[in-house]
């Protein structure tokens, strides 16, 4: 109740529709970086991660390579 009546919901509204629109255009970025038309174009295969923890955790390989840290040999 108390954070509750700290919360303005139209501000935070708006926050969150300007954090979907943000986050919408920098996937569309990534698209047109992986040379892809569209975000629907985008395949598994073009994932990869920036650093071995990121790829562990998100079991992608490390750009550049093939290996994927914690996947067992590949």
Same mark, same amino acid.
């Given at each position: 109740?108390?954070?509750? +009546? =700290?919360?303005?919901?139209?501000?935070?509204?708006? =926050? @969150?529709?300007?954090?979907?629109?943000?986050?919408? /255009?920098?996937?569309?970025?990534?698209?047109?970086?992986?040379? +892809?038309?569209? %975000?629907?174009? @985008?395949?598994?295969?073009? /994932?990869?991660? @920036?650093? %071995?923890?990121?790829?562990?955790?998100?079991?992608?390989?490390?750009?550049?390579?093939?290996?994927?840290?914690?996947?067992?040999?590949?």
């Amino acid at each position: 109740p108390d954070l509750a +009546k =700290r919360l303005d919901p139209i501000g935070a509204g708006r =926050r @969150l529709a300007n954090f979907l629109s943000v986050l919408t /255009l920098e996937t569309q970025t990534i698209a047109r970086a992986a040379g +892809k038309s569209h %975000v629907h174009n @985008l395949e598994p295969e073009d /994932l990869v991660a @920036l650093t %071995v923890e990121a790829a562990a955790m998100a079991g992608v390989p490390l750009a550049g390579t093939n290996w994927i840290p914690g996947a067992g040999g590949r």
